[in-house]
T-cell receptor, first 113, second 116 residues
Framework: GAGVSQTPSNKVTEKGKYVELRCDPI?????LYWYRQSLGQGPEFLIY????????DSGLPNDRFFAVRPEGSVSTLKIQRTERGDSAVYLC???????????FGPGTRLLVL | AQKVTQAQTEISVVEKEDVTLDCVYE???????LFWYKQPPSGELVFLIR??????QNEISGRYSWNFQKSTSSFNFTITASQVVDSAVYFC?????????????FGKGTKLTVNP
């Protein structure tokens, strides 16, 4: 079956621009997670959705970051006024929730010039 | 504090050697899960194993084995007879349930290079 997919695979943007990153979870998975991975580091949690609602957004670094999941499936991570420090790989994962395994997508590599 | 420590930053071995990757965790939760993921050069995190805090039995899957010891808060991963295809970054992670969240806390990873 299809795994988690993320688009685009790479995104280059200029400082100050707005970007959207998309995640398509595994069919039937109600839980969806966003993580950010900087070079040489492990993934760091950003936000967790259970269904349509954000159950935990404590990892979002500031109010420039926002994520939605309007129909409980596809999710979009939105970054306003991008900064060079936002450059990283943004990983999406989905799962059945409640301590179940999280399955990761291939990530979107974001480069802010 | 919830934390995962992978003290080995990089390990290099020759093919067919056995290698153990260390993972030490900290949590106050009594119910938690531990995971190992593999991240090959392609970048995608591949799930390897999930172990709950109440099950301390060791697990073996082919050339892979895992040793979970609550007494030392460790969840170590051994690859027997390593192969070049095992070269990757390996992450240990801890799953927490705090106030309804279920985030994974990852270690910094161990980069394993298996040389022919």
């Amino acid at each position: 079956g299809a795994g988690v997919s993320q688009t685009p695979s790479n995104k280059v943007t200029e400082k100050g621009k707005y970007v959207e990153l998309r995640c398509d979870p595994i069919s039937g998975h109600t839980a969806l997670y966003w993580y950010r991975q900087s070079l040489g580091q492990g993934p760091e949690f950003l936000i967790y959705f259970q269904g349509t609602g954000a159950a935990d957004d404590s990892g979002l670094p500031n109010d420039r970051f926002f994520a939605v999941r309007p129909e409980g499936s596809v999710s979009t991570l939105k970054i306003q006024r991008t900064e060079r420090g936002d450059s990283a790989v943004y990983l999406c994962a989905s799962g059945l929730g409640s301590l179940e395994t999280q399955y990761f997508g291939p990530g979107t590599r974001l480069l802010v010039l | 504090a919830q934390k995962v420590t992978q003290a080995q930053t990089e390990i290099s071995v020759v093919e067919k050697e056995d290698v153990t990757l260390d993972c030490v965790y900290e949590t106050r939760d009594t119910t938690y899960y531990l995971f190992w993921y593999k991240q090959p050069p392609s970048g995608e995190l591949v799930f390897l194993i999930r172990r709950n805090s109440f099950d301390e039995q060791n697990e073996i899957s082919g050339r892979y084995s895992w040793n979970f010891q609550k007494s030392t808060s460790s969840f170590n991963f051994t690859i027997t007879a390593s192969q070049v295809v095992d070269s990757a970054v390996y992450f240990c992670a801890l799953s927490l349930t705090q106030g309804g969240s279920e985030k994974l806390v990852f270690g910094k990873g161990t980069k394993l290079t298996v040389n022919p």
